[in-house]
């Protein structure tokens, strides 16, 4: 008697805080805390990423080699810049960092980006955001360690010298060199947990997050050019405070780019099931339809890729 057996597709276990970046036509994950946080798994964890290709629907799990110096990182910060994946900052279980790693996704091997300007590096913290344009990258916000040299105007304190910041820093690539730019405008108040996402090769949006008292739903945007802040003015209808939320830029860098968030944790920690479209231009948001159960299961910092 012939016996048929289901084939079952390879998928990812389930986990939160981890990096997730399009390169390429391709979704890569890596790191990131799941329900058996412990060393071994921290240290398998950061030993292999996942690749999702939305084009097969399948997901293909790659060994990573090279010197990535923190294990099982949660919480960092990502971007990718052509066939590069860049990974800052993080949480091990102990100890926060501000180091920068680099993932080439032909040979899969990470490196150490060396700073010649150490004392210009960010704080070490987890939660910030990070963005790639031309050969820079820029992190904004987190949560982390204060020092004494900092600007006290960018880190609101919590208690044991950690807290959150409104810290903006350039990474500049051909250089390897970090600065501070100086900012103009309304900036963001110190925060975690927040989009902050490019919508053309001049611009970025930052939304929501955490600010150490309560989740917020403000909207920035950044003019990389002139490094000019502005906050739109908010109307109705206008999206519900959250953070740990995910967004991506539709029409990315069209005439009329437009920025889609979707789920995240609102004010009570309770997950969010909803989704919104900004239209950049106009500065109006809008809600529209998504299923509700991909949403809630997406909801703890899903991850986005846009067409």
Known sequence: MARFFRYRKYEPEPRFLHISERVGSKAVV????????????????????????????????????????????????SASLHDDLYSFGGFDGRDFFNTLHKLDTHTWKWSLVSFQNDERAPLPKINCRMIAFGDKLGVF????????????????????????????????????????????????????????????DRRAIMFGGFNGKDSINDTYILDLTTMNWSKLTKCEPWPNERHYHAACCLNYGQKFP??????????????????????????????????????????????????
């Open 30 to 77: 890596q790191g990131g805390q799941t329900k058996d946080f412990t060393l071994k798994k921290r240290q398998h964890l950061s030993s292999v990423v996942e690749v999702f290709d939305p084009y097969s629907d399948v997901w293909e799990q790659k060994e990573v080699n090279g010197d990535y110096l923190s294990p099982g990182t949660v919480g960092a910060a």
């Open 141 to 200: 916000g987190g949560f982390g360690i204060n020092s004494a040299h900092r600007d006290p105007d960018t880190f609101s304190r919590y208690e044991g010298g950690r807290g959150w910041t409104n810290e903006f820093h350039f990474f500049h690539l051909s250089e390897g060199v970090w600065s501070c730019p100086v900012t103009t405008g309304e900036r963001p108040p110190p925060c975690s947990c927040h989009t902050f996402t490019t919508i053309d």
């Open 258 to 307: 437009q920025l889609l968030v979707i789920g995240g944790l609102g004010r009570q920690g309770q997950p969010l099931a909803d989704a919104w479209i900004l239209d950049v231009e106009r500065g109006k948001w809008k809600m529209v339809s998504v299923l509700k159960p991909i949403a809630y299961m997406q909801s703890y910092q899903p991850t986005l890729m846009s067409a």
